[in-house]
């Protein structure tokens, strides 16, 4: 049973404009949550995180906001840009398993000029 | 070198073969991870090692046998492998400290390994 979901396979957004990537999970033990990006024939790379002890957590042009509530977290990417084209996955992780990490399967974002 | 480095890229293995997956972290952590990437599916944790010591085996063949000899390595040897265990074999690390601050794993380039 898969505990992050992304539902959302890919997403096709304007250069300039809002991206907004969507993960829910399951697991109400989950308390830390992380964003990354991969690139054809890359591993992923970290791209940003949340605790659960907030609701959000901005860097730059990417700022992720969490729905402990509603088991739900979103990843906003302003202005989008060519360069931001990749897969983006969501994870997360709970106190007592040691990093170990749960995926979603991703979502494919392309960003158009 | 830098990150997590993973060696070979590209594997073509036979079933009866017996070969290794290399991953080197040159980032002073005390975590090393094996994931799985299939088609399709989402990221599977397939072994976690910390502090050189294995601490989960996520339910995975024996035909995938892991090995950490310092926390700087980490290996994957495979043998009698099937066609459906082909997919993109990523190393991962991390440095883990208790509970907060939560840092986030550093993932190599992978493996993509075919088995014909």
């Known amino acids: 049973d898969q505990q992050v979901k992304q539902n959302s396979p890919s997403l096709s957004v304007q250069e300039g404009r809002i991206s907004i990537l969507n993960c829910d999970y399951t697991n109400s033990m989950f308390d830390y949550f992380l964003w990354y990006k991969k690139y054809p024939a890359e591993g992923p790379t970290f791209l940003i995180s949340?605790?659960?002890?907030?609701d959000k957590n901005e860097d730059g042009r990417f700022t992720v906001f969490l729905n402990k509530s509603a088991k739900h977290l979103s990843l906003h990417i302003v202005p989008s840009q060519p360069g931001d084209s990749a897969v983006y996955f969501c994870?997360?992780?709970?106190?007592?398993?040691?990093?170990?990490?749960?995926f979603g399967r991703g979502t494919q974002l392309t960003v158009w000029p | 070198e830098t990150g997590v480095t993973q060696t070979p890229r590209h594997l073509v293995m036979g079933m009866t073969n017996k070969k290794s997956l290399k991953c080197e972290q040159h980032l002073g952590h005390n975590a090393m991870y094996w994931y799985k990437q299939s088609a399709k599916k989402p990221l599977e944790l397939m072994f976690v090692y910390s502090l050189e010591e294995r601490v989960e085996n996520n339910s995975v063949p024996s035909r995938f046998s892991p090995e950490c000899p310092n926390s700087s390595h980490l290996f994957l040897h495979l043998h009698t492998l099937q066609p459906e265990d082909s997919a993109l074999y990523l190393c991962?690390?991390?440095?883990?400290?208790?509970?907060?601050?939560?840092?986030?794993?550093?993932f190599g380039q992978g493996t993509r390994l075919t088995v014909v």
């Open positions: 991962a690390s991390s440095q883990v400290r208790g509970h907060w601050p939560r840092n986030e794993a550093f």
């Open positions: 949340i605790s659960s002890i907030k």
């Open positions: 994870a997360a992780s709970r106190g007592s398993t040691l990093g170990r990490l749960y």
